[in-house]
């Protein structure tokens, strides 16, 4: 088992201008709306909830939806979903895969249960006679766009793989009895928890310039050690036990062919390549929050970045 000391990295928070403004949309148009549906991330469902989202908007009945299961552990994921659901009120919450497809269905079938439980409890005794109103918020690149994409299919919302594409509120009405609000990703004010900000960094909801590639790329490898997740790493020619850290970016630069003159190895185009990797789900199923929190243990040290890494790893396969 390797462990890892991240705590020399300072907090990284970022709440540029248009997120508080896109937070006080929210608040204005929460009357009009019979459900909020919160995005997070399957890999990091707490790191990338925004729970201050939740405080905002808890006059609704909340659906929490956990997406890009794809690239999470099962089990995991639905151990979380159960804590959370159990954690806040008048709350549920479904599982998807928005790139497959897979539980959409889910989300309006356990909306209108969400509503018609509200409604009951605010003695309404009158059936709803117009669509249902969903609001749908979450920290940037979660997939918001390309769930209502999904739900839509006529692909109005723009995606991409960087944190901050959508910009504004925009209300899309589905060809079934459905409204959606669709918001732009908001990051919780102030600075997250220094492995929660690395997290959010990993998937891309905090732009991965502003802690720095090296360190991300540092931290996956943690994750991957950690998870015991070799699999990738040995596809790119990484022998383990590995020796040293720099071994594993030299050997991965060579097998891509990323040089600069003189033959050195190019380590920032192939820190580049491991990030776009792992976006891509190269890595495969890995949850990166663990209950019950969010410290890694910590009797191995990595020293980093002026230190050479030793990382005594065994490998049972060799
Ligand atoms: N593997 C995987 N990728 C997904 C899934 N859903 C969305 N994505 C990808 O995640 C990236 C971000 O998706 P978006 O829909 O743009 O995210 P967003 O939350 O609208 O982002 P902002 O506009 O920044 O708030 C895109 O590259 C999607 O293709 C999923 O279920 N699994």
Same mark, same amino acid.
């Given at each position: 088992?390797?462990?890892?000391?991240?705590?020399?990295?300072?907090?990284?928070?970022?709440?540029?201008?248009?997120? *508080?403004?896109?937070?006080?949309?929210?608040?204005?148009? *929460?009357?009009? %709306?019979?459900?909020?549906?919160?995005?997070?991330?399957? +890999?990091?469902? @707490?790191?990338?909830?925004?729970?201050?989202?939740?405080?905002?908007?808890?006059?609704? &009945?909340?659906?929490?939806?956990?997406?890009?299961?794809?690239?999470?552990?099962?089990?995991?994921?639905?151990?979380?979903? !159960?804590?959370? #659901?159990? =954690?806040?009120?008048?709350?549920?919450? %479904?599982?998807?895969?928005?790139?497959?497809?897979?539980?959409? =269905?889910?989300?309006?079938?356990?909306? +209108?249960?969400?509503?018609?439980?509200?409604? #009951?409890?605010?003695?309404?005794?009158? &059936?709803?006679? /117009?669509?249902?109103?969903?609001?749908?918020?979450?920290?940037?690149?979660?997939?918001?766009?390309?769930?209502?994409?999904?739900?839509?299919?006529?692909?109005?919302? +723009?995606?991409?793989? /960087?944190?901050? %594409?959508?910009?504004?509120?925009?209300?899309?009405?589905?060809?079934?009895?459905? !409204?959606?609000?669709?918001?732009?990703? $908001?990051?919780?004010?102030?600075? &997250?928890?220094?492995?929660?900000?690395?997290?959010?960094?990993?998937?891309?909801? @905090?732009?991965?310039?502003? $802690?720095?590639?090296? *360190?991300?790329?540092?931290?996956?490898?943690?994750?991957?050690?950690?998870?015991?997740?070799?699999?990738?790493?040995?596809? *790119?020619?990484?022998?383990?036990? %590995? =020796?040293?850290?720099?071994? $594993?970016?030299?050997? $991965?630069?060579?097998?891509?062919?990323? #040089?600069?003159?003189?033959?050195?190895?190019?380590?920032?185009?192939?820190?580049?390549?491991?990030? +776009?990797?792992?976006?891509?789900?190269?890595?495969?199923?890995?949850?990166?929050?663990?209950?019950?929190?969010?410290?890694? &243990?910590?009797?191995?040290?990595?020293?980093?970045?002026?230190? =050479?890494?030793?990382?005594?790893? !065994?490998?049972?396969?060799?």
């Amino acid at each position: 088992m390797i462990n890892f000391d991240f705590s020399f990295v300072k907090g990284v928070g970022w709440y540029p201008g248009h997120m *508080l403004k896109a937070t006080r949309d929210i608040r204005k148009q *929460l009357k009009l %709306v019979d459900v909020v549906m919160i995005l997070t991330d399957a +890999r990091t469902p @707490v790191s990338a909830l925004n729970e201050g989202l939740i405080k905002i908007t808890s006059t609704k &009945p909340t659906l929490i939806v956990l997406n890009k299961a794809d690239l999470a552990e099962d089990e995991k994921t639905l151990d979380w979903a !159960e804590h959370l #659901k159990s =954690k806040y009120e008048n709350c549920d919450y %479904v599982i998807t895969e928005t790139i497959n497809r897979r539980g959409l =269905k889910q989300i309006t079938n356990t909306a +209108r249960q969400l509503i018609k439980e509200d409604r #009951k409890k605010k003695g309404a005794t009158r &059936p709803l006679f /117009r669509p249902i109103r969903l609001m749908i918020a979450g920290v940037p690149n979660v997939g918001k766009s390309s769930l209502i994409n999904a739900l839509n299919r006529k692909k109005s919302a +723009r995606t991409g793989p /960087r944190p901050g %594409v959508t910009r504004s509120q925009q209300w899309i009405t589905l060809a079934d009895d459905m !409204e959606l609000l669709d918001t732009p990703g $908001i990051m919780p004010p102030g600075n &997250p928890l220094v492995e929660c900000g690395l997290r959010l960094g990993l998937i891309n909801a @905090v732009k991965q310039d502003l $802690i720095g590639k090296s *360190l991300l790329v540092t931290y996956l490898m943690s994750q991957a050690f950690k998870h015991e997740n070799y699999a990738y790493l040995k596809s *790119l020619g990484v022998a383990f036990p %590995v =020796k040293d850290y720099d071994d $594993i970016l030299t050997t $991965i630069a060579a097998k891509m062919g990323y #040089k600069l003159p003189g033959d050195e190895p190019d380590i920032r185009k192939t820190e580049e390549f491991i990030l +776009r990797s792992y976006t891509d789900g190269k890595f495969g199923k890995m949850t990166l929050d663990t209950p019950p929190d969010f410290q890694a &243990p910590g009797d191995v040290k990595i020293l980093w970045p002026d230190a =050479k890494i030793n990382l005594d790893i !065994e490998d049972e396969e060799n």
